[in-house]
């Protein structure tokens, strides 16, 4: 027993030696011993860089993307406050980038920023894997998987402040690094760097905090477990952290003396400041400011492993473990990965629980995508560490089969090489936004949709934020005043923004916007407004009103009782009932609206889902058929009226702008046959309509002409049933469809084939 345990001690021991004989190995071979500098730059490393911004360059979002891309660029542009908590230093780099670059537009000035931004976050990834390894596949293979992912890739080449943030947290990985490889004595100096840091980066996405608090921690107690801080030097620590949170002085000074046309907020006071940097109006930890939605740990933990294999492969989860799991073989660095991980551990556990978004709904692609954005930033651990994997592994297999070292180090090169081609290959048809000018055309088209020296009222980011950059970026429609639904509800929109509105009248000069008009407790006037007060005022001083999209505020439908929203080409008109079309005027208006029915704005199958692109494409391919639904409704009123035959000659022109709108949006699919490009809601409308005057015909014995809109009513009722979600309910609205289709081809046996019934 005593001679067993002899021999294991031994056999641990070589081990260790083995290990220890290994790294030496490694270090001196296979790599090129270079003279270090600050961030032990190497010729390979000049290549990656060189490939990172001609990569991302290249793919540059030509103009305004989606997203908060938009109130980026306003913000950068005239030195403005972006919605919190602000990103002053962004805000402040992209101002002064602006200035200095001449030439592009400002949203294409301000993408080019961060694609370069972008390409050095990953060239941080590639020089802290090989200060880690000095194992060059390692560090090929971490930075390309991180930096030509989709999610990465995309969120790097346009105005976002995601490159920033995954830039300052491989900086603050880098100094782990440096921090654990200084001497004792040097370490308070390197820990007071890391501080400035940590406030820059809170300048900018506060989810850095996550980490700042786990490296922030580390590295005070391994000081003071070393005796190797002085008080003078923690308080020159804390000082250092608080000179990194200057960029937050841009929020007052915009506030005083930008004039920006569009901001955030009221920053001329500590407290509105605090709020801002808070995220008091966005719920401060949490996503959204919704109360009554918790976050679901195991959910959202769940979304993010099948996000991050999706986007960095099997491979890389699988090379992230292993280096967990094999680094006890490699002593000086099980501290660096250890700290790697309570980062991530940290961030991905808090984050999980505090992402209030139900991402069960109908719109769960679309929240999906917001949840992975904040992915991102623990992709960027994830990457080091299967760097850190795959050279573990490679040191293990050398020990053991050590005439292989050679061949293997060249292997896995290779292999590297081409797993960051595979990802580019992958993703570059996705993320080339050179030529996507899409969002810059819709907040064209948005802006056209109203008349001269008008009020365009808009709600939601892909409404407000298009159209707000063409208005104050680009000078485009400088007539018409936006106003934000959304922010005209905080008191400080009408002190900071309204005085920069042509048009836009604030009701009785009350303060803010409210459901239902309120007074204060011992105050006669009313101090807040809705939207009949807006509409009556505006009515009054003759101004046009347009809102966009066709919804209002949930909770204040008053001004319904006297007013009606009437489609137009994308915004609607408010008209007060008074003064309502006639059903003919209206067609006659409707007939001259033009709508781009291009397949690169209304096909949706040409965009992911959560994307801005597929949501301006469905609202242009729904704006397309508003006007004949709504002609249509307004024809149903009289519950008769498709019956009577003087209305024959309003109902074919009805007709004809549903054929218009369908014709438009249809294409051929793959198989060769006829798709409507979007909803299946509007087969059912177009049929309805097509029913009524086939009804009409009919019931006069003129059977050509109904049997004429017969085959249409059948072809569009059809393809609604077999496109619907549930074609087989037994609700009354499909029982009445299949009831009209089983009389008609009782009356038409030969309607989807005879050829007389031909209707184009």
């Not at 993703?427 to 000018?437: E, K, L, T």
């Not at 939207?531 to 505020?553: C, E, M, N, W």
């Not at 301006?616 to 019956?643: P, V």
């Not at 009445?736 to 007389?756: C, H, Q, W, Y």
């Amino acid at each position: 027993m005593k001679n067993s345990r002899l021999k294991s001690t031994k056999k641990a021991s070589n081990l260790k030696e083995g290990h220890e004989k290994t790294d030496k190995l490694l270090l001196k071979e296979h790599v090129e011993e270079e003279k270090e500098c600050f961030f032990d730059l190497t010729w390979h490393s000049y290549i990656g860089l060189f490939l990172f911004i001609s990569v991302y360059v290249k793919c540059t979002s030509a103009s305004i993307p989606g997203g908060d891309s938009g109130d980026f660029i306003l913000a950068a542009q005239h030195f403005g406050v972006a919605h919190p908590p602000g990103y002053p230093l962004f805000v402040t780099c992209g101002y002064l980038w602006m200035k200095v670059l001449p030439f592009g537009n400002p949203a294409y000035k301000l993408n080019l920023l961060t694609s370069i931004i972008g390409a050095l976050a990953a060239f941080i990834i590639y020089i802290i894997t090989y200060k880690i390894t000095k194992f060059v596949p390692s560090a090929v293979y971490a930075s390309a998987v991180f930096a030509f992912s989709h999610l990465i890739w995309f969120h790097s080449i346009c105005a976002e402040i995601f490159a920033l943030n995954n830039l300052f947290c491989g900086l603050l990985l880098y100094w782990v690094v440096k921090f654990q490889q200084a001497e004792v004595g040097m370490r308070a100096r390197v820990a007071m760097e890391a501080s400035f840091l940590s406030g820059l980066s809170m300048c900018n996405q506060h989810t850095s905090a996550l980490f700042i608090g786990v490296i922030g921690s580390w590295m005070f107690l391994s000081l003071l477990r070393d005796k190797a801080i002085t008080l003078q030097q923690f308080w020159y620590t804390g000082a250092a952290f608080c000179l990194g949170l200057l960029p937050y002085l841009q929020l007052p000074i915009s506030s005083y003396f930008s004039g920006a046309p569009s901001t955030w907020g009221d920053h001329r006071s500590f407290l509105g400041i605090w709020k801002h940097f808070l995220r008091d109006e966005y719920g401060t930890f949490r996503l959204t400011a919704e109360d009554d939605v918790s976050g679901d740990i195991a959910g959202n933990l769940r979304l993010y492993v099948q996000d991050l294999v999706n986007e960095m492969g099997a491979l890389t989860f699988l090379l992230s473990v292993l280096s967990l799991v094999l680094v006890r073989y490699f002593q000086h660095l099980k501290t660096t990965v250890y700290v790697y991980v309570a980062s991530l551990m940290v961030y991905i556990l808090f984050f999980c629980n505090q992402a209030n978004m139900d991402v069960s709904g109908d719109d769960r692609e679309l929240k999906k995508g917001v949840l992975e954005r904040f992915w991102m930033q623990s992709n960027v651990v994830i990457s080091i560490l299967s760097g850190c994997g795959l050279w573990f592994t490679y040191s293990l297999i050398c020990q053991r089969y050590e005439k292989f070292r050679n061949a293997l180090y060249y292997i896995l090169l290779a292999t590297a090489v081409a797993i960051g081609a595979h990802q580019i290959g992958r993703n570059f048809g996705s993320c080339d936004m050179s030529n996507n000018f899409i969002v810059r055309d819709f907040g064209r088209k948005l802006l056209d949709s109203a008349p001269n020296n008008s009020v365009l009222m808009l709600e939601g980011d892909l409404a407000s934020i298009p159209a707000t950059y063409m208005r104050y970026s680009e000078g485009y429609r400088s007539d018409v005043d936006l106003v934000d639904q959304e922010l005209m509800g905080f008191p400080w929109y009408k002190p900071m923004v309204g005085p920069r509105f042509n048009h836009f009248i604030f009701p009785y000069d009350r303060e803010v916007y409210f459901k239902k008009v309120e007074r204060r407790r011992g105050e006669k006037e009313p101090f807040s407004y809705n939207f009949q007060d807006i509409f009556d005022v505006h009515r009054k001083a003759g101004v046009p009103v347009y809102v966009f999209p066709r919804s209002l505020k949930s909770g204040d439908e008053g001004w319904e009782q006297k007013y009606e929203l009437i489609p137009g080409a994308l915004a609607h008109e408010v008209r007060h009932k008074e003064d309502l079309y006639s059903l003919n005027q209206y067609l006659d208006i409707a007939y001259k609206l033009e709508f781009d029915s291009s397949v690169e704005n209304c096909d949706t199958s040409l965009y992911p889902v959560r994307s801005f692109e597929y949501s301006i494409a469905e609202t242009c391919g729904h704006s397309a058929f508003a006007q004949a639904e709504y002609a249509h409704i307004k024809l149903a009123e009289d519950g008769s009226a498709h019956l009577k035959v003087e209305n024959r000659p309003v109902m074919i022109r009805i007709f004809e702008l549903y054929k218009r709108a369908y014709n438009a949006l249809t294409v051929k699919s793959e198989d060769g046959e006829p798709k409507l490009m979007f909803s299946t809601a509007h087969h059912e409308t177009y049929g309805i309509m097509s029913y009524f005057l086939y009804q009409n015909y009919f019931q006069t014995n003129e059977i050509l002409e109904a049997g004429k809109y017969a085959k249409v009513m059948t072809v569009q009722l059809e393809t609604f049933l077999r496109q619907s979600s549930n074609p087989n309910s037994a609700s009354n609205d499909y029982s009445s469809i299949r009831n009209v289709l089983a009389v008609a081809k009782k009356k038409f046996p030969g309607l989807m084939t005879d050829e007389k019934f031909e209707f184009t």
